[in-house]
């Protein structure tokens, strides 16, 4: 499963059209309303009890608006934060801060929202062995910052793109089927197209596919929307020869319970495709949001 940085040429990037998004022609409320020379501090608070992530974004987003900024994180990803935490100091121009504020808390919000969500995964399946890992169901273009919250929260990231590995799903099954080709064979037939160092991944839906699967000599065999009772049967008959992952369905309801089959891995698209936003704030400090240099 791929680990990928987010490299902060990419994120200079994502940012800086944010910024342009939201401002095209300049942000013209502040423009309109605060001196030029205004200075202004800042906090950036969290409302709510959840997992940081983002901390890059923040500091790329004011910094851009205001190069001379004085930025202070007071935390990091990953850090676990309650209602009231300070996240950042802010100090510098006003309408750069100002400026800045949305496209901050957009990204902070969105990426601790997923943070914290996977750290309620993470926690729920503490002392099982099994790992929680994300999907590729992600927002476009904003994969890496969403798998680095991912990471935040504590999870692991699954394949970072299709190039990653080869990853055999029900369509790709029929395809081959149509071939002629045996289950057995059409594995082989794709193991054998590939570097000895590709990771090959199966997906079964049915406890009949699996001795198929299995004599073909995958690396990991996703069971998809087993039962608990399917899953138990499928990891006895796969019998430690390959990584077994689990996937669909899974919720914070169940997700207890599938670990405790003695699944390795518990991958779960709702991480990023559904994580609420984590509620978060910038307070001007009554001292500093009227001062003029």
């Avoid at 680990?3 to 990419?10: G, I």
């Avoid at 022609?25 to 001196?35: C, F, L, N, Y």
């Avoid at 029929?174 to 991944?201: K, N, S």
Wanted: contains cysteine.
């Amino acid at each position: 499963m791929g680990h990928v940085q987010a490299p902060s040429r990419a994120i200079a990037g994502l940012v800086a059209r944010a910024l342009a998004e939201d401002a095209p022609w300049g942000d013209v409320s502040g423009e309109a309303s605060i001196p030029a020379t205004a200075t202004a501090r800042a906090e950036l608070v969290s409302r709510a009890e959840g997992v940081l992530a983002g901390s890059e974004c923040i500091v790329e987003a004011f910094r851009q608006a205001d190069p001379e900024a004085g930025i202070v994180m007071h935390r990091a990803d990953g850090d676990r934060l309650t209602p009231g935490a300070s996240i950042a100091t802010i100090t510098g121009n006003a309408r750069a801060i100002l400026r800045a504020e949305r496209i901050a808390l957009n990204f902070a919000q969105r990426l601790s929202g997923i943070a914290t969500l996977t750290a309620r995964y993470v926690d729920a399946v503490a002392g099982t062995g099994a790992r929680i890992a994300d999907t590729r169901k992600t927002t476009p273009g904003l994969r890496m910052l969403e798998r680095a919250a991912v990471r935040a929260g504590g999870a692991h990231n699954h394949r970072f793109s299709l190039s990653d590995a080869v990853m055999l799903k029900d369509n790709h099954l029929a395809v081959l089927a149509q071939q002629g080709l045996d289950l057995t064979e059409a594995i082989r037939a794709v193991r054998a197209r590939i570097p000895h160092t590709m990771h090959l991944e199966v997906e079964v839906d049915r406890l009949d596919q699996l001795p198929a699967v299995l004599e073909a000599g995958p690396d990991t065999i996703m069971l998809d929307n087993f039962s608990l009772d399917d899953l138990r049967a499928g990891i006895a008959l796969i019998d430690r020869r390959a990584i077994v992952e689990a996937s669909g369905g899974v919720t914070l309801d169940t997700v207890r319970a599938i670990a405790e089959t003695g699944v390795d891995v518990i991958s779960v698209g709702e991480l990023t495709h559904s994580a609420p936003s984590l509620d978060l704030g910038l307070d001007f400090a009554p001292d500093g949001a009227a001062s003029e240099g």
